[in-house]
């Protein structure tokens, strides 16, 4: 049973606009979020995170929203860039788990000129 | 210079050899990760350790066995090699308190198997 879901496999945009990409949790003792942005053969690279204890957290042209008693999150991409093309997990954590990450299957973003 | 190094970055092999991935890091961090990537499947855990002394098992360990044979370096085995062990490989650390959990990954072995 998948705690972390990403329902949209795939998004795509154009350059300039908003990039929202979804993220829904099942598990109520995760206290910790993270978003990763990954290029075809490279590794995930950690992109912004937040924390349980806030429902927003900004940095630059990325922001996170948490909404827990949705048990939502939602990355926002202002303005998407071609190079914002890649594939997004996101990922929980909590003591529960051992503070181990908790992956989404990912929603790969296409920002066309 | 990479933080997080994985070698060989491309392996092919044929099924029932051994073979070994290896992961090095200078980041100082205690914990260490092992994650295979299939299309369509995510990050799935296969090892992690939180210390030198420390090996758990993770989500899908069956096939594989590690090694943490120092605080900076992490092999992953795969004793008898079978197609279906065909995937991207990917490192990952972490510092042991850093509040924030963030994993920080290596480039990714990409390992056929035929």
């Known amino acids: 049973d998948q705690q972390v879901k990403q329902n949209s496999p795939s998004l795509s945009v154009q350059e300039g606009r908003i990039s929202i990409l979804n993220c829904d949790y099942t598990?109520?003792?995760?206290?910790?979020f993270l978003w990763y942005k990954k290029y075809p053969a490279e590794g995930p690279t950690f992109l912004i995170s937040i924390s349980s204890i806030k429902d927003k957290n900004e940095d630059g042209r990325f922001t996170v929203f948490l909404n827990k008693s949705a048990k939502h999150l939602s990355l926002h991409i202002v303005p998407s860039q071609p190079g914002d093309s890649a594939v997004y997990f996101c990922?929980?954590?909590?003591?529960?788990?051992?503070?181990?990450?908790?992956w989404g299957l990912g929603t790969s973003l296409a920002v066309n000129p | 210079d990479a933080d997080v190094t994985q070698t060989p970055r491309n392996r092919i092999t044929k099924t029932g050899k051994r073979i070994m991935l290896e992961c090095s890091q200078t980041k100082g961090h205690d914990r260490m990760y092992w994650y295979r990537q299939d299309p369509g499947l995510g990050l799935r855990l296969i090892y992690y350790s939180f210390d030198v002394k420390d090996i758990n098992k993770g989500e899908i360990s069956d096939g594989y066995s590690v090694s943490r044979q120092a605080q900076a370096k992490f092999s992953l085995s795969l004793e008898s090699a079978i197609p279906n062990q065909t995937a991207f490989y990917f490192c990952a650390t972490a510092p042991a308190t850093s509040g924030t959990d963030t994993q920080y990954f290596g480039p990714g072995t990409r390992l056929t198997v035929l």
């Open positions: 990922a929980a954590s909590g003591a529960g788990n051992n503070r181990k990450l908790i």
């Open positions: 598990n109520s003792m995760f206290d910790y």
